[in-house]
């Protein structure tokens, strides 16, 4: 069995969740909250299996992964069925290069634990948060725009089957809808996000699809 300790709205938990899903893997969700009682992830418990305090956790039949990229490209490995990273090396390049602009460029500045640290120790308040979050995101996209104009673009980020990169745009498509960013300057990054959504894969590893959505 494997166990996917996740929260609903984790981005990184979302990435991991839409691999799963794709590769048809079958997988326990363990809620992990990221705020209730000083937020789960930093228990001792929880600790030991990512001293990070971070998720998502993949326990996979007893060995512990953390990050999710990393995380999604042992499953690619030990799991090839359903291959989530291209085989021919510039076009592996490219998706992970998509995915990383995401998941280290975008993601890192607008993750919980940073906005926390925005709001309490910095003392900042919620309009000029919001504000650095849309920026990052604006900013981020922008560049992911430019980047799918690029001949190996199909139905999804490369070709027409979903990918690595897609695992990472879907959810920073989701948090730039709950922040009321206008999409419409990324008409590609738009469409690629609305063809996943019709897959079950992306579907079923939306936040609110969770046992612990609120």
Request: glycine residues 6%; proline residues 7%; contains cysteine.
């Amino acid at each position: 069995m494997r166990d996917l300790y996740s929260y609903f709205r984790s981005s990184a938990a979302y990435r991991v969740r839409i691999a799963l899903g794709l590769k048809g893997l079958d997988h326990r969700i363990v809620p992990v909250h990221l705020l209730r009682q000083g937020g789960e992830q930093h228990q001792a418990a929880y600790l030991q299996r990512n001293p990070e305090g971070l998720v998502p956790a993949l326990d996979d039949q007893g060995h512990v992964l953390t990050q999710s990229l990393a995380i999604i490209e042992y499953l690619d490995e030990v799991y090839p069925g359903v291959a989530l990273l291209p085989a021919e090396p510039l076009a592996r390049a490219r998706v992970r290069a998509l995915a990383q602009l995401i998941a280290c460029d975008i993601h890192p500045l607008n993750n919980l634990r940073v906005l926390r640290w925005l709001a309490h120790e910095m003392k900042v308040d919620k309009a000029v948060r919001d504000a650095w979050y849309r920026h990052w995101i604006v900013t981020g996209f922008a560049a992911f725009e430019a980047q799918l104009r690029a001949p190996g673009t199909g139905l999804y980020c490369q070709g027409d089957t979903p990918g690595l990169a897609d695992c990472c745009l879907v959810p920073q498509v989701y948090n730039a809808q709950r922040y009321e960013i206008d999409l419409s300057p990324y008409p590609t990054l738009q469409r690629i996000a609305r063809q996943c959504d019709t897959l079950s894969a992306f579907q079923a590893a939306r936040p609110e699809a969770q046992p612990d959505a609120e």
